[in-house]
């Protein structure tokens, strides 16, 4: 804690901030109405458009949860992020950037266009589609699950439970995947694939089928907050160098289309899945105010109504309000 700084971390100002927070939540649950939830994968179709929902966790073990927050979903394009440290942890930071680069493109997350376009030697970056395929056929294994396994543990070493893969949304993925597919096969004509597309594409559609709640993504968020260390044991799950990495592409690319938005008017990097779930995160703060979470915490959002590029509708803006009344920007 910033020397002279209120502990938030007491009852009584945990129940104001949860009171706070309640408010808000009750408040931009209507923007929820501004957006649809995602069909193109039919069974993200089911999901309840009215749902919104809060988990915030402190460096200092504070906790903060509102809304629909014990309704599992499946993690979808924020498992980028994860494939994208588990590359680099396994591969070196070198090797997985020499094939993949570290540019926003300004386009939505499944463009393949400017890779044809502009004869690129790598795909844009790992958070966008061609680039996110492209790191799991780095990632090491001779099947999709032995590929998977390497997700599993670093998730299982940050939420001290193994995540399970929900089936019926893989098929579901699965089966509705032209576009991922096309975008493979140009990836594989143009040599970008280190394993068979087959076992390459199976490993990408169950990487965004595994299941977690908003707990899960403010758990894994405060790890990344701490530079991949855990906040509670001290331990270093992911080193330092490659957690900057992750959180640098967060905000810059993490957001889509909406990066450069989310970056001007949140101002903390996070990544979003069409299912409606955003991690963020808010690294220790220096302020001369008292302010909630000033050591650092991470956030997770559930709102599966979507805006026109896919983010959160509520989410977005439940974030923008929150980072502002507690000035969580890191510029
Ligand atoms: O590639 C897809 O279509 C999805 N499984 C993941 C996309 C996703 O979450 C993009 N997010 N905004």
Known sequence: M??????????TTQEWLQNYVDD?????????????VASYI???????????????????????????????????SISKVFSFIVACMDRGITYVLDRVDVEPTGEAFNSIMHLEMKQLKKPFNPLINAGAITVSSMLSGNTSDEKLMS??????????????????VYESERDSSMRNRAIGY?????????????????????????????????????????????????????????????????????????SGKFAAYVGIP??????????????????????????GCGIGVYGPALDDKGNSTAGIRLLRHIASQWDLSIF
Request: hydrophobic letters at 40%; proline letters at 5%; aromatic letters at 8%.
């Open 42 to 76: 039919p069974i993200l179709g089911e999901a309840n458009p009215d749902h919104l929902g809060i988990t915030i966790i402190g460096n200092d073990g504070m906790r903060v949860s509102s809304g629909d927050v014990g309704i599992p979903f499946t993690i979808q």
């Open 186 to 258: 140009y990836l594989l004509e143009t040599g970008f694939l280190e394993s068979d597309l087959n076992i390459t594409l199976e490993t990408y559609f169950k990487q965004c089928s595994i299941e977690i709640t908003v707990d899960d993504l403010a758990r894994m968020g405060v790890v990344l907050a701490n530079d991949g260390m855990d906040p509670e044991s001290g331990e270093e799950i992911i080193p330092r160098q490659v957690a900057r990495l992750a959180k640098a592409l967060m905000l810059t690319c993490g957001m889509y289309d909406a």
């Open 151 to 168: 997700i599993f543990d670093l998730m299982e070493n940050m939420l001290g439970y193994r995540p399970a893969l929900n089936v019926d």
């Open 24 to 36: 808000w939540v009750a408040f931009y649950r209507k923007h929820t109405a501004d957006g649809e």
């Open 2 to 11: 910033v020397q002279g700084a209120v502990n938030w971390n007491t009852e």
């Open 270 to 295: 996070a990544k979003s899945g069409v299912s409606g779930g955003i991690i963020a995160l808010s690294p220790p703060r220096v302020r001369d105010e008292e302010l909630p979470f000033i050591n």
